[in-house]
Nanobody, 136 residues
Framework: EVQLQASGGGLVQAGGSLRLSCAASGFFFDDYAIGWFRQAPGKEREGVSCISTDDSSTYYADSVKGRFTISRDDGKNTVFLRMKNLQPEDTATYYC?????????????????????????????WGKGTQVTVFS
């Protein structure tokens, strides 16, 4: 059974930090790029970050560049999203996702749902979300 278990969300004051984890099982983790997407009430979904296979490339939404860092530990089948200087606009449910695609099609170009190989409509496996709430 394929599982992606996201954890690490919580309630944090603006300026604070959290580290999200995404633990995977049931598929060959090394062959998949892993991404984080988020959705806040009343807002559109957006891609947050993506890390390619073999840790060679990382991608970030402009809104989180310089504040979020994605990494993976293939030995533990886990991806981490380190988030610092959190702001109220980061409040959302965060989902991790796995894709075996190397590159999305042309329809993904320019989409806020696309970061590197992680394209929302090309995702193979989704995890349940973890809630991040940032208060000012």
């Amino acid at each position: 059974e394929v599982q992606l278990q996201a954890s690490g969300g919580g309630l944090v004051q603006a300026g604070g930090s959290l580290r999200l984890s995404c633990a995977a099982s049931g598929f060959f983790f090394d062959d998949y790029a892993i991404g984080w997407f988020r959705q806040a009430p009343g807002k559109e979904r957006e891609g947050v970050s993506c890390i390619s296979t073999d840790d060679s490339s990382t991608y970030y939404a402009d809104s989180v560049k310089g504040r979020f860092t994605i990494s993976r530990d293939d030995g533990k089948n886990t991806v981490f999203l380190r988030m610092k200087n959190l702001q109220p606009e980061d409040t959302a449910t965060y989902y991790c996702a796995a894709t075996g695609a190397e590159e999305p099609g042309t329809e993904a170009k320019g989409s806020q749902l696309s970061l590197g190989p992680c394209y929302y409509y090309g995702i193979d496996y989704w995890g349940k979300g973890t809630q991040v709430t940032v208060f000012s």
